[in-house]
């Protein structure tokens, strides 16, 4: 099993741009994370889907971050604009059920 | 709320020096406790899961334990490849399974 893969690695761009990062969750996971981790607050869920549809998207920060999941096999989320205290690495972590999570190597976006 | 509080942020050992690292919660109906492991430029790994206050996991040189206020993760006679960050999460209780983290203890064993 290749594990849940996250793509880009690394994203630079400059602020008031798009940003999409890409996440393709293990095969039969029917759970789907994004977590945003900063040295000052350490992991934060933004969103969750369970079955594709999103079930609690309380830790987004506001209207400029968007997720979406359109098949059990493919998750974006997306940042319009970008400014730079979205600076940070982006986890996306998949589960089966009550499962523990097993997450992505990560995004590490930085936005200048 | 669920709140997650981790001790010490930082822990530098000598190799064979054992230790515990401390995880401190409240959340409204513990499902479970987990702890992971992250090392620097990947995601958490997992490592155990606890479900009941008096449970006791192991894997190796780890060993974790939990109250009904807190877990250790005891390491015993660290070796230098046990250096990363332990990240401790909560799965309150509630239909969702998300996990809430605390913000980890960054692990140096020393040879």
């Known amino acids: 099993d290749a594990g849940v893969i996250q793509s880009p690695r690394h994203e630079v761009t400059e602020m008031g741009q798009e940003v999409t990062l890409r996440c393709k969750p293990i095969s039969g996971h029917n759970s789907l994370f994004w977590y945003r981790q900063t040295m000052m607050r350490g992991l934060e869920l933004l969103i969750y889907?369970?079955?594709?549809?999103?079930?609690?998207d309380s830790g987004m920060p506001e209207d400029r971050f968007s997720a979406k999941m359109p098949n059990a096999s493919f998750s974006t989320l997306k940042i319009q604009p970008s400014e730079p205290r979205d600076s940070a690495v982006y986890f996306c972590a998949s589960s089966f059920q009550n499962s523990p999570l097993h997450f992505g190597n990560g995004t590490r976006l930085t936005v200048t | 709320e669920d709140q997650v509080t981790q001790s010490p942020e930082a822990l530098r050992l000598q190799e064979g020096e054992s230790s515990s690292l401390n995880c401190s919660y409240t959340?409204?109906?513990?499902?479970?406790l987990f702890w992971y492991r992250q090392d620097p430029g990947k995601g958490p790994e997992f490592l155990f899961t606890?479900?009941?206050a008096g449970e006791e996991k192991e894997k190796e040189r780890l060993k974790a334990t939990l109250t009904k206020k807190e877990s250790f993760l005891h390491i015993t006679a660290p070796k230098p490849e046990d250096s990363a960050t332990y990240l401790c999460a909560v799965q309150g209780g509630g239909a969702t399974n998300k996990l809430i983290f605390g913000t980890g203890t960054l692990l140096a064993v020393q040879p």
């Open positions: 959340v409204s109906g513990l499902r479970g």
């Open positions: 606890l479900y009941s």
């Open positions: 889907f369970n079955n594709n549809v999103p079930i609690d």
